[in-house]
């Protein structure tokens, strides 16, 4: 197998690194620059944890032997490059300049809209009325779907979930998939459209399973990246920032083991854990809606991008959960069939030892708290030529190959759970 499995060692750092918000929430990113590093000693990855974060924003964590993304804003690049070369760590320019990656991005999507001559597409990256609008279409016109508000977000916006099941949701096993609880990680939301409309062309896995898809956890966040600041990760709640700074990085706000390493206590930074465990509306409506559901959800995938992995629990310790053979044996299969649809390689293993030590996820509080056994992030493309800013011709080759590894999971929730 090409891929490999990361599990035993643990060749990261217990911090995760973030640019302070004044840097990522700007008018342009003329000027700001990615440079790729790969660190081959634990010194240098010391290295670089140790660099000052504030102007610095790490695209991908660092980790031994791996690529190492940075981006950082023009009046700090110099000072980066010479820190690089002091610390005797090579690197290249990846992304010259980041405000052309975005206006590459915004011109292929305006491109598509027109080429599709709807407001719609599910080859597009679309905004978070026009995915309401689309789901709403969906329940009017299939038999076995239904949307349902679960709650609002912190600025009001409806969580608009659709329900796709044959009969009485809740009676068979049931799949939840979600998309966008970071914002500016467009291609999960599409990946998640692209997943339900798999779902409704193969009859079978309506015969045995109920679906769950919230295709945008994070809503006012995506509007705020399609509407401002293309690269804003959080949530924009307010927690009384001195500076003035909004917004929770959903995906360390669940509780289990929140505030439990690999998060921050301070509201400028994009791994902000908020105030507490489920301070956002977001995350307590989606445990309010699973725990309803008790113990019928038997796979949850919250996904993400960039770097094509797929992340086991646990976030916060690299000790394996009781079922990992289990859950990790399905991975195992996942992958390959994801692999056997384009070429694409995904790595498995537990965050810590790909990443970086992580608490107060999803998916450790799907596993941990509601007893999903089949708990998974991922990671989709790519792996850093365009990063978060993955144009829209890439929406139909990681939609195929994601769902094939999400069959997968499903097959054997139909075979152990049905």
Known sequence: MMYRTAWI???????????????????????????????????????????????????????????????????????LKDALYNGGIQFTEMVEDVQ?????????VEMMGVKAGTNFSIFNYNQYPQIVQHLNSIAESVAEAETEVIGQSWEGRDLVLLKLCSGVCGDKPGIWIDGGIHAREWISPATVLWTIDEVLSDPSMLTSLDWYFLPV????????????????????SYHNSLLGCRGTDANRNFGHHWNDGGSSGDKCFDTYHGPEAFSEPE????????????????????????????LLSWGYTTDPPENYLQF?????KGVEALRAVNGTEYLVGCIPCILYVASGGASDWALGAAGVPYAYSMELRDTGRYGFLLPPSFIEPVGRETWQFHRTIALDVIENYS
């Open 328 to 332: 990790y044996t399905a991975a195992d």
């Open 217 to 236: 956890v994070n809503p006012d966040g995506y509007t705020f990246t399609h509407e401002h600041t293309r690269l804003w990760r959080k949530t924009r």
């Open 100 to 108: 052309r990656l975005v206006e590459l991005e915004r011109e292929a």
């Open 283 to 310: 995350t307590a409506a989606i445990r309010d809606f699973i725990l309803a559901k008790k113990g019928s959800i038997k796979y949850y995938n919250n996904m993400h991008s960039y770097s094509q992995f797929v």
């Open 9 to 79: 060692i643990f060749s990261t750092l217990c911090t995760v690194k973030s640019m302070h918000d004044r840097f990522i929430d700007v008018q342009s990113y003329n000027g700001y620059k990615v440079l790729r590093v790969v660190p081959r000693t634990r010194q240098q990855v010391e290295f670089l944890a140790n660099l000052p974060e504030e102007h610095l924003d790490f695209w991908t964590e660092p980790g031994l032997n791996r690529n190492v993304d940075i981006m950082t804003h023009p009046h700090h690049i110099d000072f």
